[in-house]
Nanobody, 121 residues
Framework: QVRLSEYGGASVQAGGSLKLSCEAS?????????RGWYRQAPGKERELVAQ??????TEYADSVKGRFTISQGTDLVLYLEMADLTIEDTATYYC???????????????WGQGTQVTVSS
């Protein structure tokens, strides 16, 4: 059974940095499909923060461009480096990935449980 596990969430002060990691287990390889990070703040919808597409392009939400960097270590590990954090970045961050299926991908079919990032002033 595929599992995505996030690590690295913490409480930090505004202007600080964090690095989140996501480990895949159960046979999934990140390079097979798109993969990325979502976040959800209390009372808000879940939003896509950053992704690496199947053809390895990186894309970012406007709100994090220039501050967040998504990268992949091994084929089992995905990272999100976050710098210059603001209170608005406070949210639960989720790792997500597509599921390979008949030569294609079902986008965002795998999800982690989330890791909490809290930014204080």
């Amino acid at each position: 059974q595929v599992r995505l596990s996030e690590y690295g969430g913490a409480s930090v002060q505004a202007g600080g940095s964090l690095k989140l990691s996501c480990e895949a287990s159960g046979g999934h390889r990140f390079s097979r499909c798109g993969r990325g990070w979502y976040r959800q703040a209390p009372g808000k919808e879940r939003e896509l923060v950053a992704q690496i597409t199947r053809d390895r392009r990186t894309e970012y939400a406007d709100s994090v461009k220039g501050r967040f960097t998504i990268s992949q270590g091994t084929d089992l590990v995905l990272y999100l480096e976050m710098a210059d954090l603001t209170i608005e970045d406070t949210a639960t961050y989720y790792c997500a990935a597509g599921r390979p299926y008949s030569g294609r991908c079902r986008p965002w079919d795998y999800w982690g449980q989330g890791t909490q990032v809290t930014v204080s002033s």
